[in-house]
């Protein structure tokens, strides 16, 4: 059953992607006036994938810096003053 629901979940969230994706488009400055189309809907993907990769690297380096960070914090004894 849960199966089915993610199935459905994924299948809404595809379709949602690509009405969104569809109407992008990535362009370069010239250095003019003009604006030359690189990419258009989904094959903005195959310009970007290095960017996304950057970002994903990034946000994993920093969740594993808290995460450890505040492993820290726990495990450190509270200086409490001893009567």
Partial sequence: ???????ALIGLFVLYSDHVIEQYAL????????????????????????????AMVAASAVSVWATRRAMVRQQTPSASPRP
């Fill in 1 to 7: 059953m849960c199966l089915a629901i993610y199935a």
């Fill in 27 to 54: 362009s370069l400055n010239t250095g003019g006036v003009e604006n030359v189309v690189v990419a258009v809907g989904w094959e903005m993907v195959l310009w970007l994938w290095p960017l996304l990769l950057a």
